[in-house]
C-alpha cells in the first residue's frame, strides 16, 4: 500500500510555509478564525481588521500553491450591532485585488444548524466557500463529485411528449434553452455549487471542528490522488482525515498545540490507517507570530 504523508506543524503559517518550495500545494482549503469569535481560543481579530489580518499571508500562500492550483477559503460573517458586518466581502474583494481570480462562491447547507431566536433576523444555515486560483485554467475534476440523479428523473423523463421531445428555447429569445432528451438514461450528474453537510455532533477538542465531508468535497474536486494539500488553520484537523481518506498528502498548521495534539490523535485512530507507521508526524516549535 502507497504510503501517503500527513505532517502536522505548530506555528504560524506565515512563517510556517516558507520551509516549502514554489507552487509545492495543488490545493489550499481552509477556515481561519471567524471574526471576533471564540476569544478564548484565539487570538480575537476585529471585523474591520479581518481583510489585513488574512491578507498579511497572501505572498506564502500564493507562493506555494502550484499554478493550477486551488484556493478554497471557508468564512462566515458576522452580526454587529445588529446589522450583517461585511468583512467577508472585504476578504474577497482584497484578494481580487492582489491577483486571485475568484472562480466561484459555493455554499455550505448545514442541515442540522442550531435553533434560535433573533428580532430582526432569521438563524444562519449556510457559510460561504470561495474559489480563488492564480490562473483561470486549474485542475479541476468534476467526475470525482458526480451524484445519483434521482429519482423524479424516471417520471419526468418517462413520456416525453409534444414541446418535450425536442430543445424547448427560451420564450425571451435569450438564446438558452433546455433539451430534456439529454437526461434520458443518464445515472449520475454533475453537482451545484452548494455543499450539504451535517455540523460536527462533538467537537472533539476544538471550539469550531467543521465536517470531513466538506474538505473532502473541495479535495475530490480539484485534486488527484498523490496530490498535496494545505490547510494553513487547521484546527481540529478534518482536512487532514479527508485528505488521508483519499489518498493525498496533507501539511496540517496550526498555532495552538492542544490542538496539534488533537490533530494527531484524530488522525492515528482514524480507522482506514492500517498502522501507525502511515501516519507521518512532524511537530515543530516555530515563531508565532501575533494576529493583528
Known amino acids: 500500500m502507497t504510503n501517503y504523508k500527513a505532517e502536522i506543524l505548530l506555528g504560524d503559517s506565515r512563517e510556517v510555509l516558507k520551509r516549502f518550495p514554489d507552487g509545492y500545494f495543488n490545493l489550499i482549503v481552509t477556515s481561519p478564525p471567524y471574526a471576533d469569535a471564540r476569544k478564548k481560543h484565539y487570538d ?63 455554499l455550505w447547507i448545514k442541515p442540522n444548524a442550531m435553533p434560535g431566536y433573533w428580532n430582526t433576523r432569521l438563524r444562519d444555515e449556510w457559510e460561504y466557500c470561495f474559489h480563488m486560483t492564480k ?26 411528449t409534444g414541446k418535450s421531445t425536442k430543445r424547448h428555447n427560451s420564450e425571451n429569445n435569450s438564446g438558452f434553452g433546455r433539451d430534456l432528451r ?24 476544538h471550539p469550531a471542528a467543521f465536517p470531513v465531508g466538506l474538505p473532502e468535497f473541495f479535495i475530490r474536486l480539484f485534486t488527484k490522488i498523490g496530490d498535496n494539500v494545505l490547510d494553513p488553520f487547521a484546527g481540529s484537523g478534518s482536512t487532514g482525515v479527508a485528505a488521508k481518506m483519499l489518498g493525498r ?4 498548521i496550526d498555532t495552538k498545540r492542544e490542538y496539534v495534539k488533537v490533530m494527531v490523535e484524530r488522525l492515528r485512530r482514524a480507522r482506514y490507517l492500517k498502522k501507525v507507521s502511515d501516519l507521518q508526524v512532524s511537530i515543530t516549535d516555530l515563531l508565532i507570530c501575533e494576529a493583528v
Request: contains cysteine; aromatic residues 12%.
Open 44 to 106: 480575537s481579530i476585529r471585523p474591520d481588521n479581518f481583510s489585513e489580518f488574512m491578507l498579511s499571508f497572501h505572498d506564502e500562500l500564493w507562493r506555494v500553491l502550484a499554478d493550477d492550483g486551488s484556493f478554497v477559503l471557508n468564512i462566515k460573517d458576522k452580526v454587529v450591532n445588529g446589522v450583517r458586518h461585511r468583512y467577508v466581502w472585504h476578504t474577497i474583494e482584497t484578494f481580487s485585488k492582489k491577483g486571485w481570480n475568484c472562480i466561484d462562491d459555493y
Open 135 to 160: 490562473e483561470k485554467k486549474f485542475a479541476m475534476y468534476q467526475d470525482a463529485v458526480r451524484k445519483p440523479l434521482g429519482n423524479w428523473a424516471e417520471k419526468r423523463l418517462a413520456n416525453l
Open 182 to 205: 439529454n437526461w434520458k438514461n443518464k445515472k449520475m450528474v454533475l453537482p451545484g455549487n452548494t455543499i450539504s453537510v451535517a455540523l460536527v455532533g462533538k467537537n472533539m477538542g
Open 249 to 252: 498528502n496533507v501539511v496540517l
